[in-house]
């Protein structure tokens, strides 16, 4: 209970923490055993950009790295210099990933470059293609697990964990379409076309995981839908309850914890327990609708009703 009329509620359970963590150390033990792979196609092979999908599998692992920390960084506790917690650190990983992932781009244009003013032909594209097929398969299952499970938990960092290792995949299925068609042409200047323009998509993906995470570091409300759900919620728990109106209601998401804070308008004649026993129904009412939320209710006497722009109830 928070003085002055505010009150507040928060929930995010440990075990959820300890989950996340125990899945940001499989992914980068999976990039691990992915680079190993791709490495050894591009051993076999002598692909420039097979050498390329590699070097992405190195920025795998570092971005790995970051969503762990990431991870254990947002799960600590509120202290006297975070009073609202360290769930932004996902945030920064995913801002972090982005530009990596713009890192990884440049390095395969780079490397496409250089093989397009040397062209060359390849050593044993089939079995090259066949083993980075291997990491391939690899890694979009697990991208297609951690954007379902991080988005499932609310883990920006994991989310953002899936969707490189998601564009890794689309680098992998370009290069090795550029290899199948090389060798079947006979045109090895395919192999390092191809790879670059996976580059530029791959470009264009990691723009928009950056832009994505600012917005939230910006304090982003959360989406329409979810807010006029929420206001719902609101209106059904304290309907006949002796409140007046709900106003001013704002929201920002930081990391897995959704903040929640409205104007509670009461009569003057109630009591404070009566106002206290109201803003427990709504907040428990909230936290069944919506996992991971902390609710600051400020509450106010009638004449503070607004004419316009109050959700009366």
Not at 52 to 65: M, P, R, W
Not at 234 to 241: D, N, P, Q, T, V
Not at 248 to 253: I, N, P, Q
């Amino acid at each position: 209970m928070i003085a002055e009329g505010q009150t507040e509620r928060a929930g995010a359970p440990n075990d959820r923490n300890g989950s996340i963590a125990l899945v940001a150390i499989a992914s980068i033990v999976v990039a691990l055993a992915a680079m190993a792979i791709k490495f050894v196609a591009y051993w076999v092979t002598g692909s420039v950009a097979l050498y390329s999908d590699a070097l992405e599998g190195i920025v795998n692992v570092v971005t790995g790295v970051i969503a762990l920390v990431a991870v254990r960084v947002s799960a600590r506790p509120a202290d006297r210099r975070h009073p609202f917690g360290h769930h932004k650190a996902e945030y920064f990983s995913a801002v972090f990933e982005g530009a990596l992932i713009a890192v990884a781009a440049v390095l395969i244009l780079h490397e496409a470059w250089n093989a397009i003013q040397s062209p060359r032909m390849l050593a044993a594209p089939l079995l090259g293609l066949s083993i980075a097929a291997v990491a391939t398969l690899l890694n979009a299952v697990w991208a297609v697990f951690l954007i379902r499970w991080g988005g499932q938990n609310r883990s920006p960092a994991l989310v953002a964990d899936g969707h490189h290792v998601m564009t890794d995949v689309l680098t992998s299925v370009g290069v090795m379409a550029g290899l199948v068609l090389a060798y079947v042409t006979g045109w090895p200047l395919l192999d390092p076309l191809i790879a670059a323009a996976v580059a530029l998509n791959i470009l264009w993906t990691g723009w928009r995981l950056t832009s994505s995470s600012l917005s939230s570091l910006m304090d982003e409300a959360v989406p329409r839908e979810e807010l006029a759900n929420l206001r719902e919620v609101i209106k059904a728990a304290a309907l006949g309850k002796g409140a007046i109106q709900v106003h001013d209601l704002r929201t920002r998401r930081a990391g897995s914890v959704t903040f929640i804070e409205f104007h509670l308008v009461v009569p003057g004649s109630m009591t404070v327990a009566e106002s206290h026993a109201i803003c427990d129904r709504i907040e428990a009412e909230i936290e069944t609708a919506m996992q991971g939320v902390e609710v600051l209710i400020h509450v106010e006497p009638e004449n503070e009703k607004l004419r316009r722009g109050g959700l009366d109830l």
